[in-house]
């Protein structure tokens, strides 16, 4: 019988895996609080949502598309569960004296269609980020991090917006629409800029304490390849 070496667990790569599903968790219940700035309406999800495209660009430069692609994907399958059992702990009977069952419906009570559109935006913006984070990485042969990151995250938060407004808010005036999806990704791109020097910092000390610097050469950049995740 061939024993296979038991492989070293790297602990930045799985708290970074740790954060992305939190975000992403995190982010859509968020999305239940609206507020107002300078007279721009968002939605609370902004705050904590581009965080995950700073990780993911972090764990494309460092560990490559295939392990990005495998966090994306757990993330996916985290928020799915999470809002399976919360539709469970809806339907279980409340306490004759809890009074906070309207409150936790308001939460968790979701649309299907707005979870259908939260799911599908994020499985392809954050895929399209990976993508192209991994394909200029190798076309500037490592150089510019900063230049791919800010592309990538325009590339997929636009991806992403361009796919959950006109779901999620179907009916709503196209003009509307238009305004709260330009709003998002230039917010969410100028939230990736400003930090950019410290995730510049992060991925430099990373490559240094991992002795990683993948390049995603002759590789499947199909999202569906399941076989290659565990790989």
């Not at 949502?49 to 990005?68: A, H, M, Q, T």
Request: charged share 15%.
């Amino acid at each position: 019988m061939k024993i296979r070496p038991r492989s070293t667990v790297s602990i930045p790569f799985m708290m970074m895996s740790i954060l992305f599903c939190i975000c992403l968790i995190s982010s859509n219940l968020f999305e239940t609080k609206l507020f107002t700035l300078f007279g721009i309406t968002l939605t609370g999800g902004v705050v904590i949502f581009p965080v995950s495209y700073i990780i993911n660009d972090c764990l494309v430069e460092v560990y490559g598309y295939k392990k990005s692609r495998l966090v994306i994907w757990t993330a996916f399958a985290m928020n799915f569960f999470l809002v399976g059992t919360a539709q469970i702990v809806r339907m279980l009977p409340d306490s004759p004296f809890w009074d906070g069952s309207q409150h936790f419906d308001y939460v968790f009570a979701l649309a299907p269609r707005v979870v259908l559109a939260s799911m599908l935006a994020f499985i392809c913006g954050s895929t399209v980020n990976a993508v192209i984070m991994s394909k200029m990485k190798i076309s500037q042969a490592g150089k510019r991090f900063s230049v791919r990151a800010m592309a990538s995250t325009i590339a997929g938060e636009s991806v992403d917006s361009l796919i959950f407004f006109p779901i999620a808010f179907f009916g709503t005036d196209t003009s509307i629409l238009l305004k709260l999806m330009l709003t998002q990704v230039l917010l969410k791109t100028a939230y990736e800029a400003l930090i950019l020097p410290l995730t510049n910092l992060i991925v430099k000390h990373l490559k240094e304490y991992e002795h990683e610097d993948i390049y995603d050469i002759n590789i499947s950049y199909n999202p569906f390849r399941i076989g290659d995740l565990l790989n």
